[in-house]
């Protein structure tokens, strides 16, 4: 009998220490799973924040006020879906392109503001100024000129870019951005933060031959 006793015992005691070794492992795979869940959300909101901005970014065509109410449109939505901290937005020539151009992806085109003809990168400094609505003079001369944010690639020039090699009476902008999120519960060592990206592209505006 006390044989017995003491084998129970002894079996309890495993027992236990085996689930205080499993159970850290079992709440960081369950925490785990949550961020990662969380983490789909976002993309699957980022994406529809895009959709949006695209239709912004359509209806206003080639006017001169183009990128700035893309901007808007883009960051309020992102906002909205508690998608904070981009880092980053390119608008571009995405004619004939799925992503966007490589060299508009560089560090020296986000210090330059962009590629010549090609694109306009916006960073954290000007994504801030435009969210809070504090950026009459980034986009304040008629024709872009001097430190405006859209100075690389013009919305008033963008029609005069077509030639003989583009497809007749399509006009296509992609909008790409960049954010740091923050997990959810960040449990995990590996996913504390990680990176959120996405774009869309969009068909401008149709002209005739």
Not at 123 to 142: C, M
Request: proline share 4%; aromatic share 8%; charged share 25%.
């Amino acid at each position: 009998m006390i044989r017995r006793l003491l084998r129970r015992r002894r079996e309890r005691g495993v027992a236990s220490v085996e689930l205080a070794i499993l159970m850290p492992i079992l709440a960081m795979l369950v925490f785990g799973a949550i961020d990662a869940g969380e983490a789909w959300s976002r993309s699957t909101s980022a994406s529809g924040a895009l959709r949006s901005a695209g239709v912004r970014a359509f209806d206003s065509g080639e006017a001169r006020d183009h990128d700035q109410k893309t901007l808007r449109a883009l960051l309020a939505e992102l906002n909205n879906r508690d998608i904070e901290n981009v880092t980053k937005v390119v608008i571009y020539d995405a004619e004939g392109l799925t992503a966007p151009p490589a060299n508009c992806m560089t560090d020296f085109a986000a210090s330059s503001g962009g590629v010549p003809g090609l694109c306009n990168v916006y960073d954290q400094n000007e994504i801030d100024l435009i969210l809070f609505g504090n950026d009459a003079n980034g986009f304040d001369h008629p024709t872009c000129g001097g430190g405006d944010f859209d100075r690389q690639w013009c919305p008033t020039t963008r029609p005069d870019q077509k030639n003989a090699s583009d497809i007749e009476g399509e006009w296509w902008v992609g909008i790409y951005f960049e954010s740091e999120q923050t997990a959810l519960v960040g449990i995990m060592p590996f996913f504390r933060t990680f990176e959120l990206n996405d774009g869309v592209i969009v068909k401008q505006w149709e002209r005739s031959s």
